[in-house]
Nanobody, 118 residues
Framework: VQLVESGGGLVQSGGSLRLSCAAS????????MNWYRQAPGKARELVAFISSDGDTTNYADSVKGRFTISRDNAKKTVSLQMNNLKPEDTAVYLC????????????WGQGTQVTVSS
């Protein structure tokens, strides 16, 4: 099982980044996908969620209207488009897969660093 994030980097406040997470080794199309982030000294925070069919999404209040999660089940990828970035968005961003069928399984990627300068 692998989840590999990419697309992080350094960007100025107000800029944009697009993160991607490539999945392999499990049933991606039957898994819900999530983006989390963790800033230094802070708890890991759920940023966005997307259902297995892509029809349902949900966002943390702090990113609503700025971030968009999407998925491509054929390519086994989930993306996070981040616009109007703010310094408080600086964190390591991780994707997580939840396979909801028996047996329930949860997988994490290693993360990608996003740094937003003011």
């Amino acid at each position: 099982v692998q989840l590999v994030e990419s697309g992080g980097g350094l960007v100025q406040s107000g800029g944009s980044l697009r993160l991607s997470c490539a999945a392999s080794g499990f049933s991606f199309s039957r898994s819900v996908m999530n983006w989390y982030r963790q800033a230094p000294g802070k708890a890991r925070e759920l940023v966005a969620f997307i259902s297995s069919d892509g029809d349902t999404t949900n966002y943390a209040d702090s990113v609503k209207g700025r971030f968009t999660i999407s998925r491509d089940n054929a390519k086994k990828t989930v993306s996070l488009q981040m616009n109007n970035l703010k310094p408080e968005d600086t964190a390591v961003y991780l994707c997580r897969a939840d396979f909801l069928y028996s047996p329930y399984s949860q997988y994490w990627g290693q993360g990608t660093q996003v740094t937003v300068s003011s």
